[in-house]
């Protein structure tokens, strides 16, 4: 126990084998945590990670329970630390573990910076009182914290969103962009993003449904309003992560909104032909800072995306691919949907990859007219790894895209085709399309102020031959 004395009654972590079902006090930093959530009890739940100056590995896991939620500790920042009052040591096969008990343990959160107050910015309503000797200890921390590199946690389950697929769990190091409460679903939702593309994805449904049901633009309820969508970054997906309904008021809880993190043992599903991100109950946070060699080296390969005049394609393409049309001007760089939507203003032109997942009216029959006329419009969904959009294909930009008037037998093999969909199916069978990536012009009209955008299709043709 001497060094429990010397430390000013804090044990360090590498000692805590000679604690086991004893009671004693902790300094260190915080490296992971569990979003606040009721447990399968009455109490509150949060887990934490921490390490100190003398044990990095393993990191001890500390189960912190309190009678309301608002007791439980909200780390802000990457290497913020905890002094971790009266927590009960335990031993489960090799592994030792911290329990916080609500009603006899007590906390306080620091800010890791050097040279920050010294006061902690949290603690349990307790009355805690910081000795000497502690803060002398909190001081020795502090200063080992400065240029000391902290783990990003193991690669066994860590991928990057160009790698992910259903029904598997997997760590994903990424920014948090925003997180909206979805009030149709009740559910909190984060938007996320690590530089790179998700894997596009089958389009399953019935096309005679698009006039009734169509297939949506996103999976929130509700658009996000523009000034949120412009803080996107316009090249790579932004994932839509969803909470699940054992996390009370999530928003209010999860501090890494702008930061850089690790989300542990989450999952992902396919909704209307999108990925869609799920929050596990036992899904963990890691926070990293800007300067931390794992962002630094997302940064780079991000930067190094976008630093040639290809840098805005799809991943899953690039620039010696064979698309099933051609475009008028051919040596133009392409855009994101995402950068049409959120950055681009007034009546503008920009080449695109895109696929066209839906149509309406799919019949070919709708689009022959007796009088020769060739005012036909069809509205088509495309998207890319950024954004779904609606756009227009009308009048002669039709006849140029399909190479003038076919008859239905014709005009259906292509439309079939631009939709990835087996020839022998037609629109009213219960199908999967697998649309082929195509590259088209898209021109932006805005009116009222902006508020309203239209996209139409111009400058393309079909390659069918």
């Not at 999108?274 to 596990?280: D, E, F, P, S």
């Amino acid at each position: 126990m001497s060094s429990q004395r010397n430390q000013g009654g804090i044990v360090r972590i590498k000692e805590l084998a000679m604690h086991v079902k004893h009671k004693v006090n902790l300094l260190g930093v915080v490296l992971e945590f569990s979003i606040p959530r009721k447990s399968h009890g009455t109490d509150y739940v949060c887990v934490l990670k921490i390490v100190d100056d003398s044990q990095q590995s393993p990191e001890l896991l500390v189960n912190i329970f309190t009678s309301s939620i608002d007791q439980l500790p909200r780390v802000l920042s990457p290497r913020d630390f905890i002094l971790l009052k009266n927590v009960m040591i335990k031993k489960h096969q090799a592994e030792l573990s911290a329990v916080f008990y609500k009603d006899s343990s007590s906390f306080a959160l620091f800010d890791g910076n050097s040279g920050s107050n010294r006061l902690p910015y949290q603690s349990s309503p307790q009355r805690f009182e910081i000795t000497e000797a502690e803060e002398r200890r909190i001081n020795v921390l502090r200063q080992w914290c400065v240029g000391f590199e902290f783990s990003s946690g193991s690669n066994d389950y860590l991928l990057s969103l160009k790698d992910i697929s259903e029904r598997r769990y997997f760590d994903l190091v990424c920014k948090v962009f925003h997180v909206f409460y979805d009030d149709s679903k009740g559910l909190w939702m984060l938007f996320v993003w690590d530089g790179t593309d998700v894997p596009p994805l089958s389009i399953p449904g019935k096309l005679e449904d698009e006039e009734h049901n169509p297939l949506p633009l996103h999976i929130e309820s509700s658009p996000l309003d523009l000034e949120t969508l412009r803080n996107f970054f316009p090249v790579g997906t932004v994932l839509r992560v969803s909470t699940d309904r054992s996390y009370e008021n999530f928003g209010r809880y999860f501090t890494a909104t702008g930061k850089w993190v690790r989300i542990r043992n989450m999952s992902c599903q396919v909704s209307s032909g999108m990925w869609h991100g799920l929050l596990q109950s036992s899904s963990k946070i890691r926070l990293f800072s800007d300067n931390d060699n794992v962002v630094w080296d997302y940064m780079r390969r991000f930067r190094e995306r976008i630093s040639g005049r290809h840098g805005h394609m799809p991943i899953w393409t690039g620039p010696s691919s064979q698309f099933l049309t051609e475009v008028d001007w051919v040596n133009v760089a392409s855009v994101t949907l995402m950068k049409i939507a959120t950055q681009l203003q007034g009546n503008v032109r920009c080449c695109c990859i895109v696929r066209v997942v839906s149509i309406h009216p799919f019949q070919a029959e709708h689009y022959s007219s007796p009088n020769g006329s060739c005012e036909y419009t069809m509205k088509l969904t495309l998207e890319d790894p950024t954004a779904r959009i609606h756009a227009l294909l009308c009048g002669k930009e039709w006849v140029k895209f399909f190479g003038g008037s076919p008859p239905p037998d014709v005009l259906t093999k292509k439309i079939k085709m631009l939709l990835g969909m087996p020839e022998h199916e037609d629109g009213n069978d219960d199908t999967v399309r697998n649309p082929p990536w195509i590259k088209c012009f898209l021109h932006l009209k805005e009116s009222d102020g902006g508020r309203n955008r239209v996209y139409y299709i111009r400058r393309t043709k079909l390659v069918t031959d």
